[in-house]
Nanobody, 118 residues
Framework: VQLQASGGGLVQAGGSLTLSCAAS????????FAWFRQAPGKEREWVAS????????KYADSVEGRFTISRNNAKNTVYLHMSNVKPEDTAVYYC????????????WGQGTQVTVSS
């Protein structure tokens, strides 16, 4: 699997933004997809994840109720819908994937910058 992230940009606090992660490869149903982020001077943190074939999303407490992870089967794309964004959401966002049995994410896309202005 290969991943290509896009959709970052500048957004005002309280606004919305959608990130996209295009996945190439076969048997995406065997993978879990996730979004991580890394703010300046901070460690990378997990934001959200879901299995490709089963809609059981999980979210970090900091984004629960504001962010939604989804996927479009026809486009082989995973999305992160960000709403009611806050300045603390400013970070480089990465999409990642791992096979179901893996304990860590081994496939990473390039980062996309999200900047939230107050």
């Amino acid at each position: 699997v290969q991943l290509q992230a896009s959709g970052g940009g500048l957004v005002q606090a309280g606004g919305s933004l959608t990130l996209s992660c295009a996945a190439s490869g076969r048997t995406l149903s065997l993978y879990v997809f996730a979004w991580f982020r890394q703010a300046p001077g901070k460690e990378r943190e997990w934001v959200a994840s879901r299995r490709w074939s089963v809609n059981t999303p999980k979210y970090a407490d900091s984004v629960e109720g504001r962010f939604t992870i989804s996927r479009n089967n026809a486009k082989n794309t995973v999305y992160l819908h960000m709403s009611n964004v806050k300045p603390e959401d400013t970070a480089v966002y990465y999409c990642a994937a791992k096979v179901l049995s893996a304990t860590s994410y081994g496939v990473w896309g390039q980062g996309t910058q999200v900047t939230v202005s107050s």
